[in-house]
């Protein structure tokens, strides 16, 4: 009797044993194409976001320290100039990133009814701090590649099998707000 025991909680510890293994591929695919996958294309996506915004904060800030906003003056680079070329050039330095537009505005906010306009030309006349604070504001338009595109045969969604559409915006306080109007 003690012979027949044994030799069935062998057998039974090995069933257990041998389901695992056979269990294991499965469970190793589904972890890593419906879970690792998705979740490296997310990381990635938010990453190149990043960088984006790296470009259009730093062209923004250039853009804000320029002398002029549309007109070089001095063989400096105006407004416009300087927020095109420095996220030009940041973006180029990344895979996966596309600038669709770049668009620089002056917004002027009323210093005593806080109503905040927006213009993308030069003002009409020389800035006026006593009554106005100025700003300068830079709108990137671009698309974010993830790093694996999935089947093309599937819909087309942004992010998994298209690019990712985004627009960013950032606004600096302008140093120079004598240039605003050339």
């Not at 269990?23 to 998705?38: Q, S």
């Not at 062209?59 to 100039?81: C, G, I, M, Y």
């Not at 002056?106 to 927006?118: D, K």
């Amino acid at each position: 009797m003690r012979f027949v025991e044994r030799k069935w909680t062998r057998e039974k510890a090995r069933k257990r044993r041998g389901s695992a293994t056979v269990e294991l591929p499965v469970a190793l695919w589904i972890l890593v194409f419906v879970f690792l996958f998705p979740l490296i294309d997310l990381a990635t996506i938010g990453l190149r976001t990043s960088f984006l915004y790296a470009a259009l904060h730093q062209a923004t800030w250039e853009a804000a320290r320029a002398h002029t906003f549309q007109n070089s003056l001095d063989s400096q680079k105006p407004a416009v100039q300087l927020a095109n070329d420095t996220a030009n050039s940041i973006v180029k330095q990344f895979n996966g990133i596309a600038l669709t537009s770049i668009q620089t505005k002056i917004l002027t906010t009323n210093i005593a009814t806080s109503a905040v306009t927006s213009q993308s030309t030069p003002l009409s006349a020389p800035a006026d701090q006593s009554q106005n604070i100025y700003q300068i504001q830079v709108t990137l338009k671009g698309s974010i590649t993830p790093l694996v595109l999935w089947h093309e045969k599937l819909a087309a969604i942004p992010g998994m099998t298209a690019p990712l559409s985004i627009q960013l915006c950032d606004s600096q306080y302008c140093e120079n707000t004598q240039g605003l109007n050339k």
